[in-house]
């Protein structure tokens, strides 16, 4: 009993792990998807910016999320109302707890494979690709059937306030910051964690094929 409760509290943790891993790394290359963004939706001419304007601001805000950066948020083109500047920092308060997260998940779940690896036993390698599958997929075919309501629902779970309304008037960072853009950011996250899913079952089947021999 207790081997089973180890071995499935080692697969949650590694799939929280490659989930947070998937949205860092999306965090990394945002600007690249939102530059993408900016030229499919023509965002330059809707808030009368230039590409390089935008881009400028859009890394200053992407920098102002890692958990190293701690100087308050300052966009060179946009002013900013008291609600805007405070929902950026609830914004940055979750990405900080999910980067804290990320470490813990990530010495936790080292040090257990480390473990299942040196008893060669490499079927937690199949339990956490089978998870890392499983919940990303439901979560991303369900928001994809309707993102705008499954982006209302995250800002009503995780936020207390309506301040994520942005009103382009007194917040107009939120003319670069199209729905569409986090719709892509979403689901190159459910993306890139599917791929490690595939990665980590092809280990599996490369190592049990490996001790088989």
């Known amino acids: 009993m207790m081997k089973k409760f180890k071995d499935g509290f080692l697969a949650v943790d590694l799939m929280v792990f490659f989930i947070l891993s998937g949205i860092m790394l999306t965090i990394l290359i945002s600007p690249l998807i939102h530059r993408l963004d900016v030229n499919y939706y023509r965002l330059d001419l809707y808030s009368g910016l230039s590409k390089e304007e935008i881009a400028r601001n859009f890394s200053s805000l992407a920098n102002y999320l890692w958990i190293f950066n701690r100087e ?6 946009f002013v900013m109302s008291t609600n805007g500047a405070v929902h950026f920092a609830e914004v940055k308060n979750i990405v900080d707890a999910l980067q804290i997260l990320w470490l813990i998940t990530g010495i936790g779940g080292g040090i257990g494979a480390y473990f299942e690896i040196k008893q060669q036993d490499f079927a937690f390698l199949k339990r956490t690709a089978i998870l890392m599958i499983l919940v990303p997929l439901a979560i991303g075919i ?6 705008s ?9 995780f936020f207390r306030n309506d301040y994520w309304i942005f009103d382009v008037r007194t917040d107009p960072v939120i003319s670069i910051l199209p729905e569409q853009f986090f719709m892509h950011g ?5 993306l890139i964690v599917v791929l490690c899913a595939l990665l980590l079952y092809g280990l599996y089947r490369y190592k049990t094929k490996k001790l088989s021999l």
């Open 72 to 77: 308050p948020l300052a966009l060179e083109s």
């Open 142 to 147: 369900t928001a994809s059937l309707n993102f």
């Open 186 to 190: 979403f689901f190159a996250i459910v």
């Open 149 to 157: 309501a499954a982006f209302v629902t995250f800002h009503r779970l």
